[in-house]
């Protein structure tokens, strides 16, 4: 039986993905920032456990108390909205902190045994905002942009070990927490020189007949990547996704 370790999973994707692993008779282990078992199904096959990415000593303590595992699934992260000129730089790094430095740290605490075993795979979930440049979002997409080019170089190294790594990139998800959780990242929307911007992008997002993202897209698409030694290195998930990745071909 395969175990798979899920970074965020108190909501939202992190919560869908590690559902949909233990659906699926995985061993799972559901990390948070603040353990709740209560948002996931009973079972004999799982384990949640504390974790915050951006502190060495719990990546440290979550990888020694998970033990073995075969798949990490880097999803821990939140969103950031703001007109680039006006982004205060301690958000930046927040997002840095937590988006790309806190995947990092992990993957490399997780790599040793997966190179000794000559097996295993790494899945970085980032946005399908990175293959289109959207306004409002530079902070966050060049957050989620660094992860994209540290997993692609990294997976050229890894093959030798039989490693694989692989980054699933979701659309606009409505139905999550991630836009809401967002909203406390919000910075200078008010400002006169953007106003006009600000209102016509908050317009489209608002659209409700525009193709979304669903957490069911995106456990499937982390599935595909843990399970299929064939996926593509960069899988979109969501209707949204899948048709800017089509455009950017």
């Known amino acids: ?11 939202g994707f992190g919560l869908k993905i590690a559902r949909y692993f233990l659906a699926r008779d995985w061993q799972v282990v559901a990390t948070m920032r603040t353990p709740r078992a209560d948002v996931l199904p009973p079972s004999d096959r799982l384990r949640v456990l504390a974790l915050d990415v951006t502190n060495p000593e719990s990546i440290r303590e979550a990888v020694e108390a998970a033990g073995p595992i075969d798949v990490l699934v880097n999803n821990a992260g939140f969103g950031a909205a703001s007109p680039a000129e006006l982004t205060p730089i301690a958000t930046v790094r927040e997002l840095f902190e937590t988006n790309t430095i806190g995947t990092i740290a992990l993957t490399q605490a997780v790599l040793p ?25 530079a902070a966050y997409r060049a957050s989620k942009a660094a992860v994209n080019a540290f997993t692609e170089s990294m997976a050229l190294e890894l093959e030798q070990f039989g490693v694989r790594a692989h980054l699933v990139l979701p659309g606009r998800a409505p139905e999550t927490r991630f836009g809401e959780n967002a909203r406390a990242h919000i910075h200078g929307f008010n400002h006169e020189a953007y106003a006009d911007l600000v209102k016509s992008v908050v317009a489209r997002m608002g659209d409700t007949s525009a193709p979304i993202t669903h957490a069911q897209d995106v456990a499937e698409a982390v599935w595909r990547a843990a399970t299929d030694p064939s996926s593509p290195m960069r899988i979109p998930a969501g209707a949204d996704a899948e048709a800017w990745a089509a455009e950017v071909r």
């Open 1 to 11: 039986m395969k175990t798979v370790l899920i970074t965020g999973c108190s909501s």
């Open 113 to 137: 045994q997966f190179r000794q075993r000559k097996a295993g795979v790494v899945v970085n979930v980032t946005s399908s905002v990175t293959l289109k440049a959207l306004p409002l979002l």
